[in-house]
């Protein structure tokens, strides 16, 4: 899982192991692109959530193309809390919807 802090876009260090995986994948299979997409939790407002969401893949689209991945190859947006994959109504449920998930593309 590749998740952060309230307010945050920083990559965690527990995160960056989970990428420099995807990395190794992306070296390996040429024939894949990435979709990343990027959420909060329901904190704050909307206009704040998807400057955050954003910056979160942001985030995560410069540290593969960091570690040698063609940015051709990979494509951020941010979606604020639209989509979350846990309730709100606790720090545990919030914590599990300030993430990055990666989706696939095959070319």
């Known amino acids: 899982g ?13 995160s ?10 992306l ?5 894949v692109n990435l979709y ?14 998807l400057k955050l969401s954003n910056d979160r893949a942001q985030a995560v689209l410069l540290f593969l193309v960091e570690k040698g991945i063609d940015k051709s190859r990979l494509e951020a947006h941010g979606v604020a809390s639209f989509a979350p994959m846990s309730t709100n109504d606790n720090e545990e449920g ?3 919807n300030r993430r990055v998930e990666l989706v696939k593309r095959i070319k």
């Not at 307010?7 to 527990?14: L, V």
């Not at 960056?16 to 994948?25: F, G, I, M």
């Open 2 to 14: 590749i998740y952060f802090d309230t307010g945050k876009s920083d990559i965690k260090e527990n």
């Open 27 to 31: 070296k390996n299979n040429p024939e």
């Open 94 to 96: 919030r914590q599990l």
């Open 16 to 25: 960056a192991k989970e990428l420099n995986e995807v990395v190794k994948y």
């Open 36 to 49: 990343i997409v990027g959420h909060t939790d329901d904190s704050g407002n909307l206009d704040n959530n």
